[in-house]
């Protein structure tokens, strides 16, 4: 499984890419205005920081297709032809996936809270497919289930779509989904941070810390022995 950031905060996104294993970074327009800065200034900002070779998803904006492929091609312009466009699974959407696949795009069906969208979007040629598994819960459904049926619907009718869960409030949601196998999760800073917050990984450490400074002396490590 893939191990996304979902955020436009550069700071943030650079804080996560220096202590933990991850593939690229999601956006959404919502993310985007809470960075406060304008679209591609941050966005730009986040492609020179992770790399061509990094993920980069950015949704497209306009309410129709013809909109959708115009939004595609100046983000595309800008961050290069390897970004994944985002599109709502809805039907304009569903139009505008078709022709993109067909001009060789990535994309990443977005806006996901029922099976059937992520179907049809596989059917398109999506990349991707993203559930929203905290929004769905939130809605009285299992999220983490709609997700592990997505994925089972993808792989049984051979569609090479990856489900790319999104909304997450906490680490057992993401991690029942990695056990499952799915292809990406896309998780918020402060979230990827609680993965390993655990006050019993920290007093081993110090344990063995303060055992070792027993035996050769304060603040020393190996390469001072
Ligand atoms: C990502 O593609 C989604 O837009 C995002 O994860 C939604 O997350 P939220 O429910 O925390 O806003």
Redesign the pocket.
Known sequence: MKLII?DANVDKIKKICEFYPVDGV?T?P??LAKSGRQPFDVLTEIRELIGEKAEL?V?AVAAEAEGMLLDAKRITEVLGRSTYI?IPAVPEGFKAMMALKKKGYRV?A??IYTPMQAYLAGKCGADYA?P?I??IDNMGYNGVAVAKKIHDIFKKNELPTEV?A????NSQQVLELCEYGIGAA?V?PDVIELFVKNPAINAAIDDFTADFEGLVGSGKSLKDC
């Open positions: 979902d999601t959404n919502s993310i998803h949704q985002k990443t977005t806006a993203a929203y905290n929004r790319l999104a909304s997450f409030k896309t918020a």
